[in-house]
């Protein structure tokens, strides 16, 4: 909406909310995704077309999607936040191959209503894959700046506050009608403690969310509040998953196909799937890293180590 032509935005957005489009996200690399500056994938300019080369990683969704989102660069000389672009490009364009990875979620399956994590995500391939340049999203070489912002906004959202308000329902209703072996866990205090203190924890996770959206609404830009929330909800998620299988006793613990696991192992799955929103777009070191430079105003740490090493 705010980096496309005209063009695109008749193009792509209207079937983006009927969901005839969709796109996955072609940014990481095998090299690492923390530091997405320094990809590889490049686009190099051929007439009208680009031609594409390269590899991602975790490209999730890339099976199902029409598109991808795709961060290549455009300039090899460029310093590396430069000579970057990013390709709205059909899934079906030749030279793009598909690989799935498959995660801990997969096997054995994880079971309906499980909140958290990808089953499977993909590698994905572009070997001279032609585009027209009506695919490139805002000007060339400076696909950071559009890169950025759409992670920025991508980090933030009421999904995260709903993931955590759904699982914090599903263990208030499980303990309130269940009872393991005679033991009532709605009934014991330690247990309803905890349940409470998730449960503000999850309204913690709303408030930022609230308050991310009212800065995207009221057109200002925010630097590290969205990473702020992407420190919070993953955490929350891995905290609330852990205690709620804690609290179930070892039951709680099998995964699904297992003949005495609860819920057909939902709480064990959402445990394991919880570390993965941990590390997707964008993991919590580094967004606690931007929190403290860009919201404390903390130095970097690199430049706090060149000075100490120019002090001694
Ligand atoms: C399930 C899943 C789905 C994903 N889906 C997508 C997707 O659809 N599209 C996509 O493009 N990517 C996707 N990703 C990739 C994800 O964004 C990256 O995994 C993430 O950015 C970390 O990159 P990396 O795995 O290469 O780890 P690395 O960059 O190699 O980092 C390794 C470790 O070092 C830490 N680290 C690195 N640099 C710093 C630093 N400066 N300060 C502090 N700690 C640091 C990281 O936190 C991490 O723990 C997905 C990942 C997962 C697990």
Redesign the pocket.
Known sequence: MSAGTEEQKRHFIPKLISREFSF?????EPS????LASLRCSAVRDGDYYVINGQ??????AHSSTHIYLMARTDKSAPKHEGISIFLIPMDTPGITVRPLW?IQNNPKAPPGTTYG?AR?NETFYDDVRVHKSCLLGEENKGWRVGSMGLNLDRVGASRYLISVRRDEDIVNWVKGNSIEGYSPGKDPAIRDKIAELWIEAQVCRLMTMRSMSIVEHGGNFTYEGSAEKVWAPEHGVRTTEAITQMLGPYAQLLNGSARAIRKGLFAHNVMGSF?SG?????V??MR?QVARRGLGLPS?RSSRSAKKGGA
């Open positions: 996955a996200l072609g940014f990481t690492g995704g923390a530091d991602k990683m975790y490209t999730s969704t995660t990808h995500t993965q590390i997707n777009h964008g993991s070191q580094v890293d740490a």
